[in-house]
């Protein structure tokens, strides 16, 4: 499984535009997008987007962000070309995934923020479809406590149900967003996670993983020259 990972675009269309090259260009089975697709942007613009990403033939995976409208966790297959994983799964390649959008609260009252018990109650609802040990949860928050959500002010920022959830579930891989400065890679239990940074600043990745969830590789990759 060859996928290309993206997420905080923040509506930056120069963005949505190299990470539709670079998908074409690596022959990747399917696009991730984990968030923050506008910036307080409307539904209709996020779908415009998708779309766009979908023009490249690959599946398109996706949650919303904190500053995405909540309507986009409501998964619209008439009008968008792209999987919601918000409390849902699926399968890519025989690889499975589930997502949570949105974010815990935050202090600047942001369109698309849920609880704690939310956020797990959305993960749960995704395992309905698909098992996901061995395979991907998408999240929008990070795990809480780890370096993937620690923000320039030295405050963690993340899910504490997002970090329970792989401890308990054992998936292999996270893929997150939302804390732009905490691009990284951290192992929390059996599951590799993975911030891929901001696309509006240039951040993305192409990241391989075998169909059993092992042998997880991660390529950064710049999108702008």
Known sequence: MRMFVASDFHGT??????????AMAEKVDCIVLTGDITNFGTVNLAYKIINDLAQT?????????NCDPPELAN???EKVNGFCLHGRGTRVKNVAFIGVGGSPPTPFETPFEITEKEILEVLEKGLKDVAVQNGVVVSHSPPYGSSLDLTRMGIHAGSKNVRK???????????????????????????????????????????????????????PI???P
């Open 13 to 22: 269309l120069e963005a949505v535009k190299a990470v539709k090259e670079f």
């Open 57 to 65: 033939k690959a599946p398109v995976l996706y949650v919303p962000g």
């Open 75 to 77: 998964f619209e297959k």
């Open 165 to 219: 959830f792989i401890t308990e579930k054992r998936p292999a891989l996270l893929l997150c967003g939302h804390i732009h400065e905490a691009k990284g890679v951290e192992k929390i239990g059996n599951t590799t996670c993975i911030n891929v940074g901001p696309a509006q600043s240039g951040d993305a990745a192409i990241i391989e993983m075998d169909s059993v969830g092992g042998n997880v590789e991660y390529k």
């Open 222 to 224: 710049f999108l702008f």
